[in-house]
């Protein structure tokens, strides 16, 4: 297998008129996708050469899902930008891609053209490049010059320093990965699934391709149902949803808002969770109102193409105690080394996150210096071309040979002469009472550490019990009660919108 759309094309031949991708305004079977997909892909192989970008200025849709298939039907690859970000990063994010083409849908068409109206790709709106007719031999003609390594998709994450960096994942690491991913918490035909993230985010890729190679149903759930929890309780009800692959935040935001004393979704099944620690208390919401749920713990950054570990939780987790990340999927290898680039084996000790296997994207799209500085030649193999993707994670092994995730290597701070992984911090604070969120952040010029959080305890209380639970020079310089956190595009805490509450310039 060489492409992703031999997925798509097996799909389309044996369940033509399945239900393949659908949203509250719209539904494609797996035939109509298929189509679709064809009639954009002959679109975009009359305006571009093969293995080139095609940008997508939308909001997640069935038929935005179309468009994308046919930039790779084009023999291209395909990148979503989020429209709502400024316009400086849009071209910062586009001068790296440099697309034969954008596309937009009709909602976002006039803001596209602002956006882009000095740019010199072609911008299309997504209705044209849908409409027009297949042109079979132009398809075939990509089709056979295909190779395994070409790029599938870009996703922009935003990296440590704020510049925003192109992961070029390929065919190859997706039809690897997914089958693994799909067999091993049993994804079949009759599941349907409840897309929460955006196409820009990876896990988007574990919905798209799942329902494509099982035949399973897509649900799109829109943005806006996760601030209207009445909404999304509806929606995962009626359309019947079995399996969840969300964030973290997204998880929170259902047991923090009281999602399940509106509604429960007695058809979920599978309840899978990735981006950030989950914090014990909320998860056993969870349990409690889906008591006969599948709970998995993912772990793996957009660069080692969606997760490279995972834990079923097989019990209840109390205060202070962490989730581990698990073990490796098939395929893949993931261990740990220390600062001297030994390997770690021993539990408790810490050590950097390093991952090899055909999970590994591409690198960095037209960065070659922060691509060879993260996937490197593995220094415990000195005998051949072996590359690993260095995570900028820390983690340790428990007792029973389970990852665990500890921290963010730039998370972890020097401040009053000790180490300080910030994430034992909000651990502490996220085992009090009534405390549902923490993040910290750390003020390097002026030595202090800034906590914030979100919860019922008053600020004075929080301080007041940290002192039980944390050493001296652990405790936080300054505590913020919020209203909300902050979160990223992708789900994520932001810290760095922390930072600025903060007063800490960078």
């Known amino acids: 297998m060489r492409n992703v759309l031999e997925w798509l094309e097996a799909r389309a031949d044996a369940l033509p008129q399945k239900e393949a991708v659908s949203s509250p305004d719209d539904s494609l079977s797996f035939g109509d996708l298929r189509r679709l997909a064809r009639a954009a892909g002959s679109f975009l192989a009359s305006h571009m050469e093969p293995r080139r970008a095609v940008a997508f200025y939308l909001e997640k849709s069935p038929r935005a ?59 299309v709106s997504l209705d044209e490049l849908l409409g027009g007719p297949e042109d079979a031999s132009a398809l075939a003609r990509v089709r056979v010059q295909a190779c395994d390594i070409d790029p599938l998709y870009v996703n922009f994450t935003s990296g440590s320093t704020g510049v925003p960096k192109g992961v070029v994942v390929c065919h190859r690491s997706v039809i690897d990965f997914i089958p693994q991913f799909a067999g091993c918490f049993g994804i079949g035909e009759g599941d349907v699934l409840g897309n929460q993230a955006p196409f820009d985010f990876d896990v988007s890729v574990k919905d798209i391709y799942s329902s494509l190679l099982t035949g399973a149903s897509l649900q799109l759930i829109p943005r806006e149902y996760f601030s209207q929890p009445t909404l999304l309780m ?97 395929n893949e290898q993931v261990f740990l080394l220390d600062e001297g680039d030994a390997p770690v084996s021993r539990p408790g000790i810490e050590g950097e996150i390093c991952v090899s296997g055909t999970c590994l994207a591409l690198g960095y ?63 502490a604070t996220q085992s009090l009472e009534g405390v549902q969120r923490a993040c910290c952040v750390y003020d390097r010029r002026r030595k202090r550490i800034h906590l914030f959080y979100l919860g019922m305890p008053e600020k004075e209380g929080v301080s007041l019990a940290l002192r039980e639970l944390l050493p001296s020079y652990m405790l936080p310089n300054r505590t913020h009660q919020l209203a909300e956190m902050p979160l990223t595009k992708n789900g994520k805490i932001d810290r760095r919108q922390l930072a600025g509450l903060a007063g800490i310039k960078e």
């Open 65 to 123: 899902l179309a468009g994308m298939l046919g930039a790779v039907y084009a023999g291209g690859f395909y990148s979503v930008l989020d429209v709502r970000q400024p316009a400086g990063r849009i071209h910062g994010i586009c001068e790296a891609l440099e697309p034969a083409v954008v596309v937009a849908d009709q909602r976002n068409l006039a803001q596209a053209r602002e956006v882009f109206a000095d740019e010199a790709f072609t911008l």
């Open 234 to 330: 509806d929606f995962l009800c009626e359309r019947e949803v079995t399996s969840l692959t969300w964030a973290v935040s997204a998880m929170c935001f259902v047991s923090v808002m009281g999602g399940f004393e509106y509604r429960v979704p007695t058809t979920v099944r599978r309840v899978m969770f990735s981006g950030e620690v989950m914090p014990p208390k909320q998860l056993a919401v969870w349990q409690r109102w889906l008591p006969d749920a599948r709970y998995v713990n993912l772990y793996g950054p957009t660069e080692i193409t969606c997760n490279c570990s995972y834990y079923e939780i097989g019990r209840p987790f109390g205060k202070g105690e962490v989730i581990p990340m698990g073990r490796p999927f098939a």
């Open 365 to 427: 799209l037209g960065d070659p210096e922060r691509t060879a500085a993260a996937f490197v030649q593995s220094p415990l193999n000195p005998r051949w071309s072996q590359t690993i993707y260095r995570t900028g994670d820390l983690g340790y092994y428990d007792d029973e040979g389970n990852l665990v995730y500890a921290s963010r290597k730039d998370h972890q701070i020097k401040h009053l002469g000790q180490r300080i992984e910030l994430g034992d911090i909000e651990a």
